[in-house]
């Protein structure tokens, strides 16, 4: 089956500082990826979605500024937090569309970002 | 613009026995397609089973079926013979396929299935 792998998969981080989590492909090209927001025992919230070669389309009030996409290859999307906060806490999940699928998200293993 | 709706916070089950998790849907797309994933407490987002708008038959993948009632619009999962690693948070979404969707997936807020020994 598709393989999406998420880097890191836990972190921890000064108030002020940038932290960068990484959204893999292993075995498929994926032009689209799709960046994920979960609170505690909350839905799946809609950050962006990343393009592979172009700007990334935000979802109404996602700050670009603070959540730094950048989808450089087939396989590899990051998501930057800079200058994060304790609000910025959370879990976050990359998700990768795989090309000829029925559409089916796969999804890496989340990254649980927590801010000092 | 989509909708999911799951009016079942949490959900419980005795081991051995089939459950079915609510979906209803709400979307101005003619050609869509509806999803169930589970997500145990490790946090991975795990595809269970896909249903589109236009198949004429229920999907079902293994203890797993959909009951797609398009008229409706209910997309129900049904889980046979509970086990009790089906103990998970268990999300319905949707994806639109008219032109800017992307691909992108609506979710509905989830149900917390426990499965009882």
């Known amino acids: 089956g598709a393989v999406v792998s998420q880097h890191p998969s836990r972190v921890i981080c000064k108030s002020g500082t940038s932290v960068k989590i990484e959204c893999r492909s292993l075995d498929f090209q994926a032009t689209t990826m799709f960046w994920y927001r979960q609170f505690p025992k909350k839905s799946l919230m809609l950050m962006a979605t990343s393009n592979e070669g172009s700007k990334a389309t935000y979802e109404q009030g996602v700050e670009k500024d603070k959540f730094l996409i950048n989808h450089a290859s087939l396989t590899l999307s990051t998501l930057t937090v800079t200058s994060a906060h304790p609000e910025d806490s959370s879990f976050y999940i990359c998700?990768?569309?795989?090309?000829?699928?029925?559409?089916?998200?796969?999804f890496g293993e989340g990254s649980r970002l927590t801010v000092l | 613009a989509q909708k999911i709706t799951q009016t079942q916070p949490g959900m419980f089950v005795q081991e051995k026995e089939a459950v079915t998790l609510d979906c209803t849907y709400d979307?101005?797309?003619?050609?869509?397609?509806l999803f169930w994933y589970k997500q145990p407490s490790s946090g991975e987002m795990i595809f269970l089973i896909y249903q589109g708008s236009y198949d004429q038959q229920n999907a079902t993948e293994g203890r797993y079926s959909l009951n797609f009632q398009k008229a409706r619009k209910s997309a129900n999962l049904v889980i046979s013979a509970s086990q009790l690693g089906d103990s998970a948070m268990y999300f319905c979404a949707m994806r639109g396929y008219s032109g800017g969707s992307n691909y992108k997936l609506t979710f509905g807020k989830g149900t917390l299935l426990t499965v009882n020994p």
């Open positions: 998700s990768a569309h795989r090309t000829g699928g029925p559409g089916e998200l796969f």
């Open positions: 979307t101005s797309d003619p050609s869509y397609g």
